[in-house]
């Protein structure tokens, strides 16, 4: 893993149908704007929170990045056990894990008919192990997604920058998308050329950016794993440009790529733009947050300390699904093939907080007044605001882009955080919005927000008491589509 991906670049498929899930009687629903997420896109967004696994030779050279040069017999797990490792992602709300099946190195976790190089001898249970098939299957069975990280860099491979490597490669991805099952999300890294092992070579090795022929990768991924998203240029989901967990205040899903530079994350200008997207962009391509709970991607037990805590996975919490994004969150096992105790605490107790912040909508006990309602219908009233559902929305007429909501509490409520949600298979459409709370006789202004997308939380510095909250809609080109307006206590 690369602290900068230099070589990564992203993009998505533009969907121009509205997913039948938003589909309502001919006429009636708001037009779609914009560009428009697949339904594959749409899955993804549900999930918000899922685990990334860095697990491989690494792991016992205490290295970040292998040579290549490792000696198979080293990967040698003394308690590996699935179950487990999922089970603790399960008790931290993961939804899915990302497993890296082959890093840069070139081991792979599963063992490939194309390398040696691979599990099959090592002398973990006597070469008959398979990780990937055991976390796909504890996956399943605790009601995870599986994912596959598979590196187009591999420093073991001797034909490495040769056309030879491709079938090898290719090969590889198509035996991962074929044996094991769903998978939700192929992750491939940005990291790639450089100095390596290449069977003996020991030399450095460059590529350009159409080495790997991925279209090629991408049509066999669409046809063997036709629901899975994909990280990586022309994929569907852009990383966020950073590998420290945040997007930007201001995070659009849509984005325009640039091609002009041929590697826009090779400059400032470039990674600033993958944080903060691009508003009315060409494509539906939604930020990927990935960030370790520890300083390194690879378990390093001088790290035991320098685990993230619970405060500071909220905090990247709300700065990553928190604007629209999603979080990534690595937990590497360690030698065991366990994931840390200290690394599972912090991640438990993160959740349960997130739990008990989300448990009860207080907008949901209030008396709900829109200022409109699309052709004065029911289906898009205000009750769709607090109902739970992503599916359904409040929606404005046409001509009306500027509209409010005012919430009438039973009692004086203490707020904390805002949670809004836009029905985004109808596009991004919202600007700006602004929350004012009714204090002393008069409306004051306590929280603002731009680029709502799938989710858009707004965490007061101190909780506000009041009996009326206002969400005022200042910024939108066309008819409003909301799917919810939440409020919470603080944390």
């Not at 308690?79 to 070139?106: S, W, Y």
């Not at 090969?171 to 991962?176: F, M, P, V």
């Not at 390194?296 to 993230?308: I, L, N, T």
């Not at 306590?446 to 008491?465: N, T, Y």
């Amino acid at each position: 893993m690369q602290l900068t991906r230099r070589n990564f670049m992203a993009g998505a498929a533009l969907t121009l149908g509205v997913p039948s899930l938003f589909a309502h009687e001919a006429g009636s629903a708001p037009a779609p704007f914009g560009a428009l997420p697949s339904a594959n896109q749409l899955a993804w967004h549900r999930l918000e929170t899922y685990a990334f696994l860095h697990f491989t030779v690494n792991t016992f050279t205490d290295r970040e990045w292998g040579h290549g040069d490792e000696d198979p017999s080293i990967f040698h797990p003394s308690d590996f056990d699935a179950n487990a490792i999922v089970e603790d992602l399960q008790r931290a709300g993961m939804k899915a894990v990302i497993l890296t099946c082959k890093h840069h190195d070139g081991f792979c976790l599963w063992p490939t008919a194309t390398t040696e190089h691979c599990v099959r001898n090592s002398s973990w249970r006597g070469g008959k192990g398979d990780v990937v098939r055991e976390i796909s299957e504890a996956a399943r069975r605790h009601g995870l997604k599986f994912g596959v990280y598979v590196s187009p860099w591999d420093r073991n491979n001797p034909h490495y920058a040769q056309p030879q490597y491709l079938d090898t490669y290719h090969a590889q991805i198509g035996e991962l998308l074929t044996n094991y099952g769903p998978v939700f999300e192929v992750w491939f890294d940005g990291a790639n050329g450089g100095d390596g092992y290449y069977g003996g070579a020991r030399e450095k090795r460059s590529i350009d950016k159409d080495y790997y022929e991925w279209p090629k990768i991408f049509a066999l991924v669409r046809r063997l794993q036709p629901e899975a998203v994909i990280f990586q240029e022309g994929g569907d989901i852009r990383w966020v440009g950073n590998e420290k967990g945040f997007a930007g205040e201001t995070c659009w899903a849509t984005y325009s790529p640039s091609t002009e530079k041929g590697d826009i994350h090779a400059s400032a200008d470039g990674r600033d733009t993958l944080t903060t997207g691009t508003r009315l962009g060409e494509r539906w391509m939604p930020a990927e947050c990935d960030v370790s709970i520890r300083p390194g991607w690879f378990y390093h037990a001088q790290e035991d300390a320098a685990v993230r805590t619970a405060d500071n996975l909220l905090n990247l919490y709300f700065e990553s699904v928190g604007r629209g994004a999603s979080l990534l969150l690595n937990f590497p096992p360690d030698r065991r093939g366990r994931i840390g105790q200290k690394d599972a605490a912090a991640a438990q107790e993160f959740h349960r907080r997130l739990e008990s912040l989300f448990r009860r909508n207080l907008a949901a006990e209030a008396t709900l007044r829109c200022s409109n309602v699309r052709g004065r219908s029911q289906r898009y009233g205000e009750h769709a605001l607090v109902d739970g559902d992503w599916t359904t929305y409040w929606a404005t007429d046409d001509a009306v882009h500027t509209p409010e909501v005012v919430a009438e509490f039973h009692a004086p409520v203490d707020v904390g955080v805002i949670r809004l949600r836009e029905a985004i298979a109808l596009g991004q459409r919202i600007g700006a919005i602004e929350v004012d709370a009714w204090q002393q006789g008069s409306w004051s202004t306590i929280g603002k927000a731009s680029s709502i997308g799938a989710c858009r939380l707004i965490r007061l510095d101190s909780p506000v008491q009041t009996q009326r909250l206002r969400l005022r809609i200042t910024d939108s080109p066309v008819a409003v589509a909301l799917s919810e307006f939440g409020v919470y206590s603080a944390v």
